[in-house]
């Protein structure tokens, strides 16, 4: 890319991340989807699946560090925290507010996707940057990124509950509030196979508590109990 397509790129590196990469290719290859390679294969050669798989490790090694050196808590305890922190609604939500979203190249198709599947490429873009960062700054710069965006969440997500499986957490609460077990029923499929969004509710008796949506039953499952905890809340 020449200077002038990769200046908005190193603004926002300047900008959100407190420095220019010497080499800037490594931060537009970690802002690259699979599917833009894939559309402009006679122009673009590298997606961020690599960065990302090696952002993903940087990421767990520093959260679990983190956990560890801070919290007395039993292993299963500080997995689930670990867990929450770095799930894609994490990480999708840090990418959302560092605003790299409109500097993501991904395919025409993926533009026009389901609100999931965007948060999973920006999730995903995350890790990648994380890659990135390690690469080009090492590994205590890429730590100082991640304990800002990501590990700074734990407060708030202590405090809301939400670090324990949702349709766990909802079972106890429904069964000593309303003597029941939560029923969970599909209200709606809409999409192709390899697309398909899942609506569910969930229900106490006969009484519709909530719904949820996801690409899948279970993740729509989890969205129902989610969204219920905070109407027993």
């Not at 894609?88 to 190249?105: F, H």
């Not at 407060?155 to 079972?171: A, F, M, T, V």
């Amino acid at each position: 890319m020449s200077g002038m397509q990769t200046a908005p790129y190193q603004q926002f590196a300047h900008e959100k991340l407190g420095f220019e990469f010497t080499n800037v290719d490594l931060l537009v290859t970690a802002l690259t989807h699979r599917s833009y390679v894939n559309e402009h294969r006679k122009s673009v050669s590298e997606h961020n699946e690599r960065l990302e798989f090696l952002g993903d490790a940087v990421l767990e090694l520093v959260v679990t560090d983190f956990l560890f050196r801070n919290y007395e808590e039993a292993e299963g305890i500080l997995t689930s925290w670990r867990a929450a922190l770095v799930r894609t609604e994490s990480i999708g939500d840090a990418g959302q507010k560092l605003g790299y979203e409109p500097l993501v190249r991904m395919s025409r198709g993926e533009k026009q996707g389901s609100e999931r599947a965007r948060l999973q490429i920006l999730a995903n873009a995350f890790e990648a940057l994380i890659g990135a960062i390690y690469l080009e700054r090492g590994y205590d710069d890429a730590a100082e990124f991640i304990m800002k965006h990501i590990a700074s969440k734990l407060e708030g997500i202590l405090k809301e509950g939400s670090w324990r499986d949702p349709k766990s957490h909802l079972q106890e609460v429904m069964q000593r509030k309303d003597g029941v077990t939560p029923r969970y029923v599909v209200l709606e499929e809409v999409g192709p196979d390899h697309d398909k969004v899942f609506t569910l509710g969930v229900y106490a008796g006969d009484r519709l508590v909530s719904k949820g949506t996801g690409p899948s039953k279970q993740a729509a499952q989890q969205e129902a109990a989610r969204a219920a905890l905070q109407t027993y809340a």
